[in-house]
């Protein structure tokens, strides 16, 4: 298993190299901003055609990590859907795709705000998960402790061999974890941006996924 670990509010956590976290004591596998059906959504609303293969390719991936990981439970941390519309239209072989998936698990949607609604894919819908000492919701929220979200999308660059690598990345200081996006059609938001230099403390760390999560001080100053 290519793994980072760390620990937040006690809890030993291991940040995959495929964007995913996973938590061997709770045996609980967490991947954030799936946005399944993101090229279905665009073409919806007239926007530019994509190949309409994101969904599988994101499935395939979580898929690995089940079978790497053995996880008894899984949370989905928000924006899971592009928007209600794109888990309505998901085809049929897709969704019996994501039921094979939960059999034997838990199964924990957390909502988003491109997804703020039940969806009728199994599992269970909540708007936050407590589990000592961790707690899994979408949006970080300030002045909180052993916070897990996502929504940010966070990347992060470093310098490898003489030139500039930018990938997806995990934020973690004391008090927060904000996870990557895990779906293949999402964007990124640098860490450089204000929204993180607001919530995460000096001491943060990013750690870039990739073929080996690589772990550095964030990356905070403006450009």
Request: with cysteine.
């Given at each position: 298993?290519?793994?980072?670990?760390?620990?937040?509010?006690?809890?030993?956590?291991?940040?995959?190299?495929?964007?995913?976290?996973?938590?061997?004591?709770?045996q609980l596998l967490c991947v954030s901003d799936?946005?399944?059906?993101?090229?279905?959504?665009?073409?919806?609303?007239?926007?530019?055609?994509?190949?309409?293969?994101?969904?599988?390719?994101?499935?395939?991936?979580?898929?690995?990590?089940?079978?790497?990981?053995?996880?008894?439970?899984?949370?989905?941390?928000?924006?899971?859907?592009?928007?209600?519309?794109?888990?309505?239209?998901?085809?049929?072989?897709?969704?019996?795709?994501?039921?094979?998936?939960?059999?034997?698990?838990?199964?924990?949607?957390?909502?988003?705000?491109?997804?703020?609604?039940?969806?009728?894919?199994?599992?269970?819908?909540?708007?936050?998960?407590?589990?000592?000492?961790?707690?899994?919701?979408?949006?970080?929220?300030?002045?909180?402790?052993?916070?897990?979200s996502g929504h940010y999308h966070p990347k992060?660059?470093?310098?490898?061999?003489?030139r500039t690598v930018t990938r997806p990345a995990?934020?973690?200081?004391?008090?927060?974890?904000?996870?990557?996006?895990?779906?293949?059609?999402?964007?990124?938001?640098?860490?450089?941006?204000?929204?993180?230099?607001?919530?995460?403390?000096?001491?943060?760390?990013?750690?870039?996924?990739?073929?080996?999560?690589?772990?550095?001080?964030?990356?905070?100053?403006?450009?």
């Amino acid at each position: 298993m290519n793994t980072y670990d760390f620990t937040l509010a006690g809890a030993q956590l291991k940040a995959l190299n495929t964007g995913a976290l996973w938590w061997p004591d709770e045996q609980l596998l967490c991947v954030s901003d799936l946005h399944l059906g993101k090229s279905e959504r665009i073409a919806r609303r007239g926007g530019t055609s994509l190949p309409p293969y994101e969904t599988r390719d994101t499935l395939t991936r979580l898929a690995a990590d089940l079978a790497l990981t053995h996880a008894r439970t899984v949370v989905c941390l928000g924006d899971s859907f592009d928007d209600l519309g794109a888990a309505l239209a998901l085809p049929e072989e897709e969704r019996l795709w994501i039921s094979r998936l939960q059999t034997g698990r838990r199964w924990v949607w957390i909502e988003g705000n491109h997804d703020p609604g039940p969806v009728d894919l199994g599992g269970s819908h909540l708007a936050e998960l407590p589990l000592a000492p961790l707690t899994f919701r979408h949006i970080a929220e300030a002045g909180t402790s052993g916070e897990v979200s996502g929504h940010y999308h966070p990347k992060a660059s470093v310098a490898l061999g003489g030139r500039t690598v930018t990938r997806p990345a995990f934020l973690y200081d004391s008090d927060r974890l904000i996870l990557p996006a895990y779906g293949t059609y999402t964007g990124g938001l640098n860490t450089r941006d204000e929204a993180f230099r607001a919530l995460m403390r000096a001491e943060a760390c990013a750690v870039l996924t990739g073929k080996t999560p690589i772990a550095i001080p964030m990356p905070r100053t403006p450009t």
